[in-house]
C-alpha cells in the first residue's frame, strides 16, 4: 500500500498513477553498469490544481535519488531535481512532460525514483489529485542522446 493518498486510477481504460494530500509513489531500481551514464526519467503528468498567483503547490513532479547501496545501508549520492521534472501545465487537467537528466556518478548501484505533489510554504494541499502516466526512465551513453530522446517523446501529443 502507498503512504499517504495515493492510488490507482482507471480512466477511459488507463491505469493511472494519482496522487493527493501528500499522498506518493516510489520505486527502487538497480542500475549495474550505469556509472557514466545519463539517465533520463519522464512521465506525462496533469493537475486538478492550477493556482492562480502561480504557486507550485499541487503540481505533480517527478523526484530520484542515486543511491550507493541497495540495501537498509543505502545512501543518495546525487539527486534528479531540475526544473523541468515538475509538471507545469497552463490549465487544469492538462496533459504534459515532467522530465530530468543527470550524470550517473561514482559509486551509484542504484535509483529510487519518486512521484510526488508539490508544495509551497504557506499554501496547503486541498485534496486536488496529480496524475502520472506513460512513465519511463532510460540510460544514455551521452546526455545529447537522453535529451534527443525525451524531445522525441514529448514531440507526441499526449
Known sequence: MP???????EIDGNPRFVIR????????VELPGAVGKYVLIIGRVSSERIN???????LPYLYAYL??????DWRA???INDPTTLGRPKEKDQWVYAWGVHR????TDG???FLNQAERKN?????SAARFDDLGLYLFDTKEEADAFAKSLMQKTP
Not at 499554501?123 to 485534496?127: L, T
Open 3 to 9: 503512504p499517504g493518498d495515493a492510488a490507482i486510477e
Open 21 to 28: 494530500n501528500k499522498g506518493f509513489f516510489s520505486q527502487d
Open 52 to 58: 492562480p498567483d502561480g504557486a507550485i503547490t499541487g
Open 67 to 72: 543511491l550507493q547501496g541497495m540495501t537498509a
Open 77 to 79: 549520492i546525487d539527486y
Open 104 to 107: 550517473v556518478p561514482e559509486k
Open 111 to 113: 535509483l529510487r525514483f
Open 123 to 127: 499554501v496547503p494541499q486541498n485534496g
